[in-house]
Structure formats: C-alpha cells, structure tokens
Nanobody, 126 residues
Framework: QVQLLESGGGLVQAGGSLRLSCAAS????????LAWFRQAPGKKREFVAA????????YYADSVRGRFAISRDNAKKTVYLQMNSLKPEDTAVYYC???????????????????WGQGTQVTVSS
C-alpha cells in the first residue's frame, strides 16, 4: 500500500505563489508515476502535472504550463508543486496521486491512478 499526504495549501492573492508538498509512505517502489490533480466545486477533477520517480520527463496541463513546476526529492519520498503567478481560476482542492508500476507510465486521466491523498485547499483571491 501507498499513502499520500498533501500540505502547503492556503489563501493567496492573485499573482502570488505557493508550494504544495506530497509526502509518500509505504511501498512507493511499486509506483511509477506521480501527479497533481485539482477539483473545484461542481467541476470535474482535472490534470495539473505529472512525473516519474526516475527520469527527466515533466508533463503539464496547458492551463498551468509556464507557471507551475513539479519536482521530487526521492530521499524524502516527497513530490512538490511550485505554483507561481496564481490566478483566481486556480482555486481548487489539489490532490496528489500515484499510479501502480504495472499500470504503465504517466497519465492525465484520474482513473489511471491508484492512490490518492486527502487534498489541500488552494484559494486565490482577486
């Protein structure tokens, strides 16, 4: 089993920055891809960014490319999401997710991920 715990959310003014953290524990070696998703009230969960524990590939949704950056610290088993130039439309609950290795590599579809954190609220004011 793999457990994921997000932190770092909060209230920030438009144009500001936040860094989210996702601490992983358990059998992290059984996972291959890690991702961030977000969901606003009344809307579908949408892909934000993804990467693997190893390798150099980074993947972003068009809406955040150039503003957000996903990174990792393998020793700490932690994935980060640096969010810059935040906009009110970025307001949502942000979730960390992990995909089992046998399922393949990275994906932008929520249904392809097996483990999820509880989410952390990000609110961007105008």
């Amino acid at each position: 089993q793999v457990q994921l715990l997000e932190s770092g959310g909060g209230l920030v003014q438009a144009g500001g920055s936040l860094r989210l953290s996702c601490a992983a524990s358990g059998r992290t070696s059984s996972t291959s891809a890690l991702a961030w998703f977000r969901q606003a009230p009344g809307k579908k969960r949408e892909f934000v960014a993804a990467m693997r524990w190893t390798g150099t590939g980074l993947y972003y949704a068009d809406s955040v490319r150039g503003r957000f950056a996903i990174s990792r610290d393998n020793a700490k088993k932690t994935v980060y999401l640096q969010m810059n130039s935040l906009k009110p439309e970025d307001t949502a609950v942000y979730y960390c997710a992990a995909r089992m290795s046998y399922g393949g590599g990275w994906s932008s579809m929520p249904s392809d991920y097996n483990y999820w954190g509880q989410g952390t609220q990000v609110t961007v004011s105008s």
